[in-house]
């Protein structure tokens, strides 16, 4: 087995089973109906989007874009939103366990506004007993003010877009403050704020040296961050960058091998003391502290429910895509489907468990399953215990490529035989 491109987000191999069986759209009145049942027992997150920036990364052409005018509309439909979908028994009845602000930056609002939002976020919502409430954001978006509200309002965990530390390469990410103001605002903030603080590293922008990612790692280590994300440079057609690549301004070679070693150096240097361990493909987190239970509800089969303009996610086997403020996409996915979505999450992480994967394979897909498995061994992408399937180092840097062609080969395998 031999990869020729690597795939670099958990994005290249989710949501592949919709292009095998279409899944059926809905009407938002039969999605309401759902929020009136008896919650099940599942974990439950919120996702609540925010698609606006007041400073693009050089990268991005996510669901945002640059501030231009006052967020008090936008703000107060996040309000709205909160407030309508609590009195469902789906919010009434069950706690939640997470709360997520994606973006765009959730921390561009003015304080007013955040703790509107934040307000309509307790008025309606019942934490569980561990939940997790998260923010990104970017330093140069926060003010004790913005702090003092999060810590009120019971946010307990800030994911900060860093990106890098190096001057080089913040200069390239379009970043604000150079590397000492970063470190600095960074203990700063940890000392104010009463939850964990992680961070986004991004990799593999032109010339950057090993040096750097094992600067990076050490920093996140001295400043005892919860966590640290670990992406390799996108280049996302609509994005400032390229743009600058169609105009000649910047020039970017894929190189395997080098983005290889920027990759291995980043987490050799961050998990060599035994403190931090790699939580998923692209996360590494410090042992008893960051938990990441966004992630693993996403993965595992838990509900994400979806609010905000950008948003999507599910509840049971209704999946939502919140394309406008008035406009909502809705569509149901068959047992199947929901099956092996839960199975592709699995293999975001380095060790995957042999129960679950007999749980949610039936045996004609297991004996598929093991030949891949067979075949990754054989290629040093996986080893193999009683309990377990873990990933080598090699397993690790083309995880995402593994996850993609488990669950095509499962599913093509099995294709004439599934029922829809």
């Known amino acids: ?35 009136k049942e008896e919650p099940k027992d599942v974990p439950r997150a919120i996702y609540v989007h925010t698609p606006y920036c007041d400073k693009i990364c050089s990268f991005c052409n996510l669901n ?171 280049v996302h057609e609509g994005s400032t960058l390229s743009h600058d690549i169609k105009d000649e301004k910047v020039k970017i070679q894929e190189d395997l091998k080098r983005e290889r070693e920027l990759h291995d150096a980043f987490i050799r240097e961050l998990t060599k003391d035994g403190e931090y361990y790699i939580l998923e493909l692209t996360k590494i987190a410090k042992k008893g502290r960051d938990k990441y239970k966004y992630i693993k509800t996403r993965n595992f089969g838990g509900d994400t429910f979806p609010i905000g303009v950008g948003a999507g996610g599910n509840v049971d086997n209704i999946s939502i895509f919140r394309m406008k403020k008035e406009m909502s996409m809705f569509v149901e996915k068959s047992d199947y489907q929901q099956r092996l979505d839960k199975f592709s999450g699995l293999f975001q992480f380095p060790q995957v468990s042999k129960n679950v994967v007999n749980e949610l394979l039936t045996p004609e897909e297991k004996v598929i399953f093991e030949e891949i498995v067979s075949n990754l061994k054989d290629n040093n992408f996986i080893f193999e215990t009683n309990e377990h399937y873990t990933l080598t180092e090699d397993g690790l840097f083309w995880g995402n490529n593994i996850s993609r062609e488990i669950l095509t080969t499962v599913v093509e395998k099995t294709l004439g035989t599934i029922k829809k």
Request: aromatic share 14%.
């Open 1 to 35: 087995m031999h990869f020729e491109t690597r795939y670099k987000s958990h994005h290249n191999s989710s949501g592949l089973i919709g292009k095998y069986y279409p899944q059926r759209r809905v009407t938002e009145e039969e999605f309401l109906e759902k929020l």
């Open 64 to 234: 945002r874009e640059q501030l231009s005018e006052s967020l008090d509309s936008y703000a107060d439909y996040i309000v709205s939103e909160f407030d309508r979908y609590g009195e469902y028994r789906y919010f009434k009845e069950k706690s939640v366990d997470v709360i997520y602000f994606g973006g765009g930056t959730p921390t561009v609002y003015r304080s007013e506004q955040l703790e509107s939002i934040l307000q309509s976020v307790n008025r309606n919502i019942k934490f569980s007993k561990e939940y997790e409430f998260t923010l990104e954001t970017t330093l140069h978006n926060l003010n004790d003010e913005k702090i003092e509200l999060m810590n009120r309002y019971g946010v307990n965990r800030l994911s900060v877009g860093i990106q890098s530390f190096s001057d080089e390469g913040r200069k390239f990410y379009n970043r604000t403050y150079s590397k000492n103001e970063v470190t600095e605002r960074l203990i700063q903030l940890k000392d104010k704020f009463n939850g964990e603080v992680c961070i986004d590293i991004i990799y593999n922008y032109p010339e950057q040296r090993i040096e750097d990612v094992i600067e990076d790692a050490r920093i996140i280590k001295k400043l005892d961050l919860g966590s640290s994300s670990f992406y390799s440079l996108m």
